[in-house]
């Protein structure tokens, strides 16, 4: 029985897509390392030192651990820049149609993502106060695919595996919410992931709240 959501941020309720491809290409340009939108789609659900390591594939010297801390905290000074403009138009299509329809039916809401920014996000859209919990990537320390960020969530909610629907963008991220023992919605980029559960383009595309009934009323 689905007693709970467990959202990932960007890219299922909010974008800041645009700020982190241009925080990255920012960055990637001053070293001199070729970056670009293919590029930037392999970074979906992926760490900030691990989307680091897949830019430096490109890159023609080696660097350092010191370095790599170095490069890893100039680009989230840029992105840190530009969420500071974000606001509710960042909010995606049938976010907050779904939160409310969750909320009114009694299923508890919680956030799941590796992103560390996630709480200044979340206050910079207005949406902080609709969840029960929230676990991000200050609070971990294996990012998706491990699902690390899901058990946090699931533990804080002091609730079963079992009882969580995770909705997820990334194919790092429907990985790691299946090897939490976790039901997935597929979203975005991740919505033909041949192991989830349910897919949509967008939470506008499905009814989930439904969904979530029926399930129950099948038991």
Same mark, same amino acid.
């Given at each position: 029985?689905?007693?709970? #959501?467990?959202?990932?941020?960007?890219?299922?309720?909010?974008?800041? +897509? +645009?700020?982190?491809?241009? *925080?990255?290409?920012?960055?990637?340009?001053?070293?001199? $390392?070729?970056?670009?939108?293919?590029?930037?789609?392999?970074?979906?659900?992926?760490?900030?030192?691990?989307?680091?390591?897949?830019?430096?594939?490109?890159?023609?010297?080696?660097?350092?651990?010191?370095? @790599?801390?170095?490069? *890893?905290?100039?680009?989230? =000074?840029?992105?840190?820049?530009? !969420?500071?403009?974000?606001?509710?138009?960042? $909010?995606?299509?049938?976010?907050?149609?779904?939160?409310?329809?969750?909320?009114?039916? %009694?299923?508890?809401?919680? !956030?799941? /993502?590796? /992103?560390?920014?996630?709480?200044?996000?979340? @206050?910079?859209?207005?949406?902080?106060?609709?969840?029960?919990?929230?676990?991000? %990537?200050?609070? !971990?320390?294996? /990012? @998706?695919?491990?699902?690390? #960020?899901?058990?946090? =969530?699931?533990?804080?909610?002091?609730?079963?595996?079992? *009882?969580?629907?995770?909705?997820?963008?990334?194919?790092?991220?429907?990985?790691?919410?299946?090897?939490?023992?976790?039901? #997935?919605?597929? #979203? %975005? *980029?991740?919505?033909?992931?041949?192991?989830?559960?349910?897919?949509?383009?967008?939470?506008?595309?499905?009814?989930?709240?439904?969904? !979530?009934?029926?399930?129950?009323? /099948?038991?």
């Amino acid at each position: 029985m689905i007693k709970a #959501v467990i959202f990932d941020l960007d890219g299922v309720l909010v974008t800041t +897509d +645009d700020c982190h491809y241009r *925080a990255w290409k920012r960055m990637a340009d001053e070293e001199g $390392i070729p970056f670009d939108r293919k590029i930037n789609n392999r970074l979906r659900g992926v760490s900030r030192m691990g989307s680091l390591e897949i830019i430096l594939e490109k890159a023609l010297k080696l660097y350092s651990a010191q370095e @790599k801390t170095a490069l *890893a905290e100039r680009k989230n =000074a840029y992105y840190v820049d530009l !969420i500071s403009h974000l606001g509710q138009e960042a $909010i995606l299509p049938g976010a907050m149609a779904t939160l409310h329809a969750l909320r009114t039916k %009694g299923v508890f809401l919680a !956030i799941g /993502s590796s /992103s560390k920014n996630t709480p200044t996000i979340l @206050k910079q859209v207005g949406i902080s106060d609709m969840f029960d919990a929230v676990a991000d %990537g200050n609070q !971990i320390i294996n /990012s @998706k695919p491990a699902p690390d #960020v899901f058990l946090l =969530a699931a533990e804080k909610l002091n609730l079963p595996p079992s *009882a969580y629907l995770v909705v997820e963008d990334a194919d790092a991220g429907v990985e790691a919410a299946l090897k939490a023992g976790m039901l #997935v919605l597929a #979203v %975005g *980029a991740a919505k033909e992931h041949p192991r989830a559960h349910l897919h949509a383009e967008t939470l506008e595309d499905i009814d989930l709240p439904g969904w !979530i009934e029926r399930q129950q009323f /099948s038991l």
